[in-house]
């Protein structure tokens, strides 16, 4: 599916469809420890977190996840559009009403 349908399909919110609860976008990041291996040819224990950036990979869930709520988004059920705008299709897909 594309980007427009997903816009199509979805719905701009901007709390927890369920229970209200403010929504949380996590970015995913990829971060690395990186050892060297030495002159002896073994693996240092000297190490260096490295930050390999963004994987472009987002998840979601209501503040209240865990908790009393059960909302939340996988990567591929919700988008940020243009606009910073929450796109939510998972729990506002229309696609029933056609
Ligand atoms: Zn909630």
Do not use: Q
Request: glycine letters at 6%; aromatic letters at 12%; one cysteine or more.
């Amino acid at each position: 599916m594309n980007y427009m349908d997903y816009i199509d399909r979805g719905s701009k919110i901007k709390s927890c469809p369920k229970c209200g609860g403010t929504i949380i976008v996590s970015r995913l990041y990829m971060y690395s420890l990186n050892s060297c291996i030495g002159k002896r040819g073994k693996l240092l224990k000297k190490a260096k977190y490295c930050d390999d950036g963004p994987i472009d990979t987002m998840l979601a869930s209501c503040e209240n996840y865990y908790m009393k709520c059960d909302v939340h988004w996988n990567a591929d059920e919700f988008i940020i559009d243009d606009e910073s705008c929450f796109i939510d299709y998972k729990y506002s897909d229309r696609s029933d009403d056609i």
